[in-house]
């Protein structure tokens, strides 16, 4: 915005004084000064920009390969085809990566739950509208006519 507005009027201006006055180009300002700073200071900030970025950088692909890590988790446990760039990730972030603790609970509490859908009555459970009491009964019930059917049977 302020550079629209001193080129509109800036041009003007200079039209009306002649162009007598010389003014030292905006390329010939260093970067120092155009932001009010000594060139010290101004290497430190800049120093300073350069250390946050490499450390948001790190952070970056740190987070990238824990996701990396758990993709890689997940296609382990229902078999399917590794990725090539997940196992890269985890490879430039250093091989220590572990899932964060939340995520790790996570897996833990599924691979309980899955291990209790796999018994047989996690099986029964699954099905709807299902009384196990009832089902015993009626099993119960079975049992008693087929050792009456045999009692009455002449060929045994």
């Not at 932001?35 to 010290?40: I, L, N, S």
Request: hydrophobic share 30%.
């Amino acid at each position: 915005m302020a550079f629209m507005v001193k080129h509109v009027v800036g041009g003007q201006l200079k039209n009306l004084t002649g162009g007598l006055a010389e003014e030292k180009s905006e390329g010939e300002k260093s970067e120092a000064a155009a932001q009010g700073m000594t060139p010290e200071e101004f290497e430190q900030y800049q120093q300073q920009l350069e250390d946050e970025k490499q450390e948001r950088e790190a952070h970056f692909a740190q987070k990238k390969a824990e996701r990396a890590t758990l993709r890689s988790h997940f296609r382990d446990k229902y078999r399917l085809p590794k990725n090539e760039l997940d196992e890269t990730q985890i490879q430039q972030a250093g091989d220590d990566v572990e899932l964060p603790t939340e995520l790790a609970k996570m897996i833990a509490e599924d691979n309980q739950e899955e291990t209790h859908k796999q018994s047989v009555l996690g099986q029964l459970s699954n099905i709807q509208n299902v009384d196990i009491d009832q089902l015993k009964d009626k099993a119960q019930a079975t049992l008693e006519d087929l050792k009456k059917q045999t009692e009455n049977c002449s060929l045994m």
